[in-house]
């Protein structure tokens, strides 16, 4: 599957909803099939979903604060095209 994606930068990821007790081996699948694993828990990454959108600024300034204190702990913002994340 991940031969399909040609541009350089594009990764495809997994997911964490997993079967339950599968989720080792779906993840060492998805590594198998040229993918990477997206966060194996819920503390790999800060993680802001669409329902979190009309939060932004007040997320915005307490992911600020907190990524002091977490520098290796990515913040990734998940969107369906750019250009609705401009639009909010």
């Keep these: 599957m991940s031969t399909c994606w040609q541009a ?3 990764k495809l990821l ?5 079967l339950p007790g599968l989720r080792t081996a779906l993840k060492y699948a998805v590594l198998c099939g040229g993918g990477a694993n997206h966060r194996l828990g819920l503390s790999d990454a800060f993680l ?10 007040r997320y915005g300034r307490r992911l600020k604060k907190r990524s002091g204190c ?10 369906e095209t750019l250009e609705s994340w401009m639009k909010r």
């Design 48 to 57: 802001i979903k669409e329902n979190h959108y009309r939060f932004r600024l």
């Design 70 to 79: 977490t520098p290796d702990v990515p913040v990734e913002v998940e969107v």
């Design 8 to 10: 350089p930068k594009l």
């Design 14 to 18: 997994d997911t964490r909803k997993t």
